[in-house]
């Protein structure tokens, strides 16, 4: 059985785990711990069964429908098996629910896997952010509207 849910800061440890082996820069497990105190920022488990594979980092940006998608990871063990996909179409059914339909992204430009993914979902790129990330690679940010 695959399905979403809220996580709370009990899970930092798989968290961190899953962000360490698919990021060649991982986010700190400190950054992650700030996150759960942010007001509008919630961290997504993607479970198969009971074991958590796969998490995202929604901000969302209520007065606007807008959720920026900050983070999100499949453990590489289970990639490239159709779960970053169902993981996606289950976050865009979760933001229907919740009435945003806007949403954008920041990825890096050698992250094919990733990008790939989005564009099947049809993410647009609509701009080059020159060096975003802290190695000055650059990143694109892909903008998806669910109401189309």
Known sequence: ???IKILDKSWIERIFEIEK???????????????????????????LNKDLIGFSVIEYLINYSIAHL???AINPEY???????????LMHENFK?????????EVRV????AINLYEKFNYKTINTLS????????AYRMWFNLEN
């Open 1 to 3: 059985m695959k399905k």
């Open 21 to 47: 082996k698919s990021f060649s820069s991982p986010w700190t497990k400190r950054f992650f711990l700030n996150l759960f105190d942010e007001e509008n920022v919630f961290v997504y488990g993607f479970f």
């Open 70 to 72: 900050q983070n999100f």
């Open 79 to 89: 990639q490239n098996k159709g779960f970053g996909s169902y993981f996606l179409s």
């Open 97 to 105: 629910k919740n009435k945003i339909y806007k949403i954008f992204l």
């Open 110 to 113: 050698t992250n094919y896997k």
């Open 131 to 138: 060096d975003y990330y802290e190695n000055n690679e650059d």
